[in-house]
């Protein structure tokens, strides 16, 4: 329950900068940046072809506190070429994953706001998002916890999707969409028959937060705000998804449980209906709290 | 190259290897024991399906046969690009499927992929570019997309891209390009099991691919960065 008083103005985390997100989710002044703008880290690859450069090549990384304890942090910029992933910017964050395993941090913290791999340079971006998968999975398996966290305009496509569900945990707001395929590609390619990607509510309805969540795709619905995805990430720090036959097999029948529930579902509507959501014409308007009363004794365990 | 003729080349011992639908698993004998195969053919775009039973033949040998090799075999066109796959989840799946070959090598199996026809985008991430190592059959296609494709997204004119590509393995698609990226250790030819063997034989170690990038003047910078965000020597 809120107390009494008129309501905190909520700042927002998908409005937010890339490195204003990391100074509203660390703890206040302890961001030291990595190889930041004043280095000049920039894609040769983009200058070869003409387009803009950025200083930083898109991601700001390095170290900082949540809650007191110290943890690496990386904050992908969606303004910058939709958050796409060069070879710089990957090789950014897998850098910071090697630290980690060296540096041993509590947690780290991938603040992701990307469309996926920067076609302008396709290839090294796909190797690259291959390297910062492994880099998560062996921070994951030596036991340092890495957190995901998704509610920037971008969203969060394509390889990097993929990254972000082999991290320990996600917390995602409803405006940040989680997914492989983005809704532009599909219709694209598949046509607007299989989906209309300007149809906003079915966008939201398949990739949105509270989808994953009820899906189990997300362990946390936050609104978004600075604040609550701070508040998440805090309370992620600590969540451990070991990389042992136990946890995959348990994690493996709860995905062939969920192709055998929701397989043959229309859409997400029917879903959550079969999940024992009462009215999943309600949910698109709930905040996050209302949202989880709403749904607490609906959701099924998700791993 | 068929799927039988090249089982033969790569197990002339013998070999089971059994397909449903797009997905292969099974054995083959090398000189050093068995080894068990998993991957997908004939370009299969992967789906939720299939990326929950390639999950589920990694754990199998985990669980079953530990220790032993897996030769995963690449052919996929991409991930799926459906309505239902993205409702479901994939990208969950496909995560599921990169932790479950992690746990193998974490487990002490080696884990080399083979990329016999197609590694596009997704397919290629979540099967092949995990594993210890990645090598390609001649004439293999890597990629992301096509360069027409590519054109229509970054709105850079089709000539304009091909231009550039020359010559440039970081936009141009094809085998020769990963290569120089360091993201495929080597191509193999016949003999194929020899490659194999040889390949089995190699101690399993950190990430490479940015050092080989690097030798190979494919990714100038990938190595470097890393090290200077990390602070170490590499970026294993």
């Not at chain 1, 090789?91 to 603040?111: F, Y």
């Not at chain 1, 451990?240 to 192709?259: C, N, Q, Y």
């Not at chain 2, 090249?6 to 068995?34: N, Y």
């Amino acid at each position: 329950m809120s107390p009494p008083g008129p309501p905190v103005p909520r700042r927002s985390y998908r409005e937010a900068s890339a490195r204003r997100r990391l100074l509203g989710v660390l703890d206040p002044g302890s961001f030291e940046e990595r190889l930041g703008p004043a280095e000049r880290a920039t894609s040769p690859h983009l200058a070869a072809l003409g387009q803009p450069v950025a200083f930083d090549d898109g991601v700001a990384v390095g170290a900082g506190a949540l809650g007191g304890r110290r943890v690496l942090a990386a904050s992908q910029e969606g303004a910058f070429l939709g958050g796409g992933v060069g070879e710089v910017h990957g090789a950014k964050l897998a850098g910071l994953l090697a630290a980690a395993l060296r540096e041993r941090p509590e947690a780290v913290l991938l603040l992701l706001d990307t469309g996926g791999v920067r076609l302008q340079e396709a290839n090294a971006g796909l190797v690259a998002v291959s390297e910062v998968m492994r880099g998560v999975l062996a921070a994951r398996a030596e036991g340092i916890p890495v957190v995901a966290l998704v509610g920037g305009g971008w969203g969060c496509f394509g390889g990097m999707g993929i990254v972000a569900r082999c991290c320990d945990a996600v917390a995602m707001s409803e405006e940040g969409r989680l997914g492989l395929s983005g809704p532009d590609v599909i219709e694209e390619t598949k046509g607007v028959e299989e989906l209309d990607a300007s149809d906003r509510g079915l966008v939201w309805r398949t990739y949105g937060g509270k989808h994953r969540y009820l899906l189990g795709e997300a362990d946390r619905l936050v609104d978004d705000d600075l604040d609550a995805f701070r508040a998440a990430a805090i309370a992620l720090a600590g969540a451990r998804r070991p990389v042992d036959l136990a946890t995959l097999s348990r994690e493996h029948h709860v995905l062939a449980a969920r192709l055998a529930a929701h397989g043959a579902a229309a859409d997400a509507a029917a879903i959550w209906t079969a999940l024992g959501v009462a009215d999943p014409d309600a949910l698109a308007l709930l905040d996050a709290d209302e949202f989880l009363r709403d749904v607490a004794g609906t959701r099924r365990e998700a791993r | 190259m068929t799927l039988p003729e090249l089982l033969d080349d790569l197990f002339p011992a013998g070999h089971a290897v059994r397909r449903e639908g797009d997905v292969l698993a099974g054995t083959g004998r090398a000189a050093r024991g068995e080894v068990a195969v998993v991957g997908t053919a004939d370009g299969a775009e992967i789906g939720v399906e299939a990326a929950l039973a390639l999950a589920g033949e990694v754990l199998r040998v985990v669980r079953e046969a530990p220790g032993r090799p897996v030769l995963a075999l690449v052919d996929t066109a991409g991930q799926r690009m459906s309505r239902r796959d993205e409702l479901l989840g994939l990208n969950g799946y496909l995560g599921h499927l990169a932790a479950c070959v992690e746990l193998a090598r974490r487990a002490g199996h080696r884990v080399i992929a083979l990329v016999t026809g197609q590694a596009v985008s997704a397919g290629a991430l979540a099967l092949g570019f995990v594993a210890d190592e990645v090598h390609a059959l001649e004439g293999a296609r890597v990629a992301v997309m096509s360069l027409p494709a590519m054109a229509r997204v970054t709105k850079i004119p089709l000539e304009r891209l091909e231009a550039l590509s020359r010559g440039s393995p970081v936009l141009a698609p094809g085998l020769e390009s990963y290569v120089r990226l360091g993201a495929i250790a080597s191509v193999w030819r016949a003999p194929l099991a020899a490659a194999l063997e040889a390949a089995l034989a190699r101690p399993a170690g950190p990430d490479a691919r940015a050092a080989l990038g690097a030798e190979r003047g494919g990714r100038t910078l990938a190595r470097e960065v890393a090290r200077r965000v990390g602070g170490g020597t590499d970026a294993g």
